[in-house]
């Protein structure tokens, strides 16, 4: 990991009665890609708009490189902005709105025309430099905000659901577009996103938040594979979450029946949650000692299936590359790598913060 | 766009001083000279002067004319705009322009034209000769200061109602058509309600200047034919009865109230949902 | 069904044209008699330019359209700044303040503004027809700048922000632009109203300053001088020729 960029600490934010952040430490580094990562109304976007000064903080503080900047101004900040409607200047094109920033920095006519060339050659549309911006497609435009931000050489890209107005198709390409320039110029990201699916392919380190609070950060990996709490397990992907008794380290109680796992550290008679992903539990032909249970909807989806099956009094959401009937009788197995453990919120306010 | 509070207010200051010294101040000018005589005591005197036959007539005389006049342009305007949505995509900015192009023209110059072609031997008349058809002379009697009133005021119906109307989406009307609407029923169903908050700011807009002009009267009606606005011009500049006046202004005043009540109570019905 | 649309159209046209027919046609009438045609002439052109009421009146109505307009669209942007961070309630409430000389009728206004310039002391002449004219003013050109306003996404002033211009270049490079049409229509709209004002105008001049209107009213006992007809004349065609030409860039404003 690269040496620390922004450091927040203890942010905490309200409009009106609503508290949209709640003393929120976190940490970014340099060259990072970092996604904040939530449904709406979690908090990303203020949290986001904190960094970029177009929002104070109620209380906490802003560390850029060592340096307190809570009080700076967005126009003083080394920060850029990719916005999420884009908000070119309709009455600029191209050429102007990407020279907007050098221009009021200063910088030299011949500076700024090349500068403007290699941020259009970085976005791939070189020779765009007279176009109308309302003019250009949807991707087009994005790319073209993505230029103008980048021309300033920012320490920081802050992107507010950039790729939220393009279409499927596009809004793919352009996640490999975001990944590959980030390489290029160095520039850390902070992105956000309700998209899970763009987090988990983009990102260095994925920030989930809910309701004003972090509730993991870690690598795509590690917040998918091991979900802190049933907020991220739910939030990240499909899960199957289930209440369950630790009976003792590697040992789970659920449904009356004790599965061997690989989580340790809880205590004897814990209540947890225990989260099984639908694509790690096997059918197979029913059998004695094994949970049995029945097949009650099937969903094709192209790649894969959709498959619930009730057993155990509860409805199990497998994903297989083979078909199954409705009606079909079958027995669910779990392998113990792939049972994750979670603790159950402590308080009833803790409660609230993982059940939206 | 303020960085703070105090910025912004720095921004509406000048304008709430304005409103009070341009807008409000005006008012209490009027109400106080409509509640005193010419010695400056209080008195009710010039405010129960309305009741006086003359002056009761001019009133009655203004808001029947004023309401035909309304009326009439309600009328004229629907199908016209409906015609002129309809026709927005072939032709539509040469329509509107020429449409709006006699509104730059000085409204008291095409008035007292209506003069030319409504008298004795005006250009209608000369034409009703041309085809052997009996005379129709209209000048000077309160059917001129209709035509008047609605040759000057049709546009004011026009803007408010066409933005409405092209405002309704096409697909609504289609479905409507769709669903075994006439076209009758999808009007007064469909349309019509859809564009009430235009038709209502048209009416408003007509009927407040009609009712209370004085020009139009003056240029079209011969002088015999007092509308409330002729007195009160008349206690301005030839009594010098500033008093009477502001009464008169006051009673004026009163069914400008009630209009804004009721446009407005029509418009927070339609609050628009988007902001 | 077509064909009677048609027709339809035709009549309010002949409708709102059949004056101002007459008028250009008067224009042109060697009689100074109206509805008395006695020959085609150009004189009332010529003399058009030597007299120096219409001529005064003229450049009265120019420049407090002008000025008026000016005034009326500056203070009409300032205060729309502000009301765009107040909330809905107290917006509505300000506009429906500022458009008290709009709705209230206008002999109403004149004279209510007659009465406050004398009780403050003030001489009534081209100064006081300027101010009553900004009076009526400031809302049309609110009403043209408001809705672009609100329209308008914070993120255009932010993005100015976050590529570091101050917050005043961000007002002047983007935000102003931005809102360029709107105040463009305002402004025009300010100068036609205030150019074919006359009640209020009536109500607020002093003696020996006219503004065409009310030169106009002041001739109607006596007979319109048939220059007028040739100056409104001019005034419609320069008016079309800026309408066409405006139409065929519009693209471009």
Known sequence: ?????????????????????????????????????????????????????????????????????????????????????????????????????????????????????????????????????????????????????IVNEPKVLLLDEPLSALDLKLRRAMRNELVRINRETGITFVFVTHDQEEALSMSDTIVVMNQGYIQQVGTPEKIYNEPENAFVADFIGDSNIIDGVMVRDKLVRIFGREYPCVDVGFPPECPVDVQIRPEDITLAAPQKNSLNGVVTKVVFWGMSYDITVSAGGFDWLVQSIHGREVGEKVSVHLDPQNIQIMSKPQSEDEEAVQNV | MFRSVGIRNLFLAPFCIWAGVF??????????????????????????????????????????????????????????????????????????????????????????????????????????????????????TSAAVVIGMIYNYLPYMVLPLYVALSKIDLSVIEAAKDLGASTWKTFYKIILPLSLPGAISGVTMVFIPALTTFAISALLGGGKLLLIGNVIEQEFTFEYDWHLGSALSIVLMIFIVVNMIITLAFDNSHEETSD | MAKLKTIYLAIIFLFLYAPIGVLIAQSF???????????????????????????????????????SALIATIFALITCLALREVGKKWRAMFMSAANVPILNADIVTGISLMLLFLGLGMKLGYGSILLAHVVFNVPYVMLCIMPQLIALDKSFYEAALDLGASPFKAFTSVVLPELRPSIFAGFLLAFTMSADDFIITYFTRGAGVDTLPTAIYSQLK????????????????????????????????
């Open chain 3, 29 to 67: 009438n060697e009689s100074r008699y109206r509805g008395n045609w006695t020959g085609f002439t150009l004189k009332w052109y010529e003399s058009l330019f030597e007299n120096e009421d219409i001529l005064n009146a003229l450049s009265n109505t120019i420049s407090i359209g002008f000025f």
């Open chain 3, 222 to 253: 006596l007979g319109i001088h048939p220059e007028m007809y040739a100056l409104s004349t001019l005034v419609f065609f320069t008016i079309l020729i800026f309408v066409i030409l405006f139409a065929m860039n519009r693209k471009k404003i």
């Open chain 2, 23 to 140: 807008i409000f101040v005006p008012l209490i000018f009027i109400a106080w000279y409509g509640v005193t005589n010419a010695d400056g005591n209080f008195s009710l005197e010039n405010l129960e002067m309305i009741f006086q036959t003359e002056f009761f007539r001019s009133l009655e005389v203004s808001v029947i004319l004023a309401l035909v006049s309304t009326i009439v342009c309600l009328i004229l305007a629907y199908p016209l705009c409906l015609i002129l949505v309809e026709r927005a995509k072939s032709a539509g900015l040469i329509i509107t322009l020429l449409f709006v192009l006699p509104l730059w023209m000085n409204t008291l110059l095409s008035t007292m034209a209506w003069q030319t072609i409504l008298e004795k031997n005006g250009i209608l008349n000369q034409l009703l000769r041309f085809f052997s058809l009996p005379d129709f002379t209209l000048i000077n």
């Open chain 1, 1 to 149: 990991m690269n040496g620390e960029l922004i450091r927040l600490e203890n942010i905490v934010k309200t409009f009106g009665n609503l508290k949209v952040l709640d003393e929120i430490d976190l940490t970014i580094h340099e060259n990072e890609f970092v996604t904040l990562l939530g449904p709406s109304g979690c908090g990303k976007t203020t949290l986001l708009r904190i960094i970029g000064g177009f929002e104070q903080p109620d209380a906490g503080k802003i560390i850029f490189g060592g340096k307190d900047i809570t009080a700076v101004p967005p126009n003083r900040r080394p920060i850029n902005t990719v916005f999420q409607k884009y908000s070119l200047f309709s009455h600029m094109n191209v050429e102007e709105n990407i020279s907007f920033g050098p221009k009021i920095a200063g910088k030299s006519a011949d500076y700024i025309r090349d500068k403007v060339k290699y941020a259009l050659k970085l976005v791939n549309l070189d020779g765009y430099e007279k176009n109308d911006v309302t003019k250009l497609s949807g991707g087009q435009q994005q790319r073209i905000a993505i230029a103008r931000a």
